[in-house]
């Protein structure tokens, strides 16, 4: 199973938006939606952002967003703040009842 | 409050065995499928295994398939990941997850891995 496909990186200045994309096949992200988005900031344990695409669960803030078109899903922040700076990782489940993860964005507040 | 705690990661030589262990509290363990989750030094992370509530079904990544084994004991609350035939490329952080509910299926999925341990770290180096 190809790990799916994240930009690097992706920034922007504070009060902007941004979007992450994450890329994969029909038989995950365009299968299923059960995409899910994780933030990691450094030396910490992944916390979820967005489930079942466009979800968030309770005491993510609001300027998180999700979306996903036919193989690719997409994480938008709005309104970047300094505390958004962190690496993002979506995750799918897979036609082989597995699950895998992105490639990983790196996020930076200029 | 839903705490995860791993423990059993250290430094071990190529083709070793080790075994890490998850403990578990704030919930009612049996109810939730766990799954391990890994991140090599610098690199992202990668799903490594997964097991149902109840220890009857276990789900492996490719790459650990016939080295790993998921396992849990829901009388101490506590998963477990047996690795054997360690490799350098085992070297990583090891967190467990907790999923909302069952294990997915094609027709329903809860939420995988909410929350995360702190990990735990496993060396395979000479």
Partial sequence: ?110 | EVQLLESGGGLVQPGGSLRLSCAASGFTFSSYAMSWVRQAPGKGLEWVSAISGSGGSTYYADSVKGRFTISRDNSKNTLYLQMNSLRAEDTAVYYCAKSWGVYCSSTSCYPPFDPWGQGTLVTVSS
């Fill in chain 1, 1 to 110: 199973q190809s790990a799916l496909t994240q930009p690097a990186s992706v920034s922007g200045s504070p009060g902007q938006s941004i979007t992450i994309s994450c890329t994969g096949t029909s038989s995950d992200v365009g299968g299923y939606n059960y995409v899910s988005w994780y933030q990691q900031h450094p030396g910490k344990a992944p916390k979820l952002m967005i489930y079942e695409v466009s979800n968030r669960p309770s005491g993510v803030s609001n300027r998180f967003s999700g979306s996903k078109s036919g193989n690719t899903a997409s994480l938008t922040i709005s309104g970047l703040q300094a505390e958004d700076e962190a690496d993002y990782y979506c995750s799918s489940y897979t036609s082989s009842s597995a699950y895998v993860f992105g490639t990983g964005t790196k996020v930076t507040v200029l």
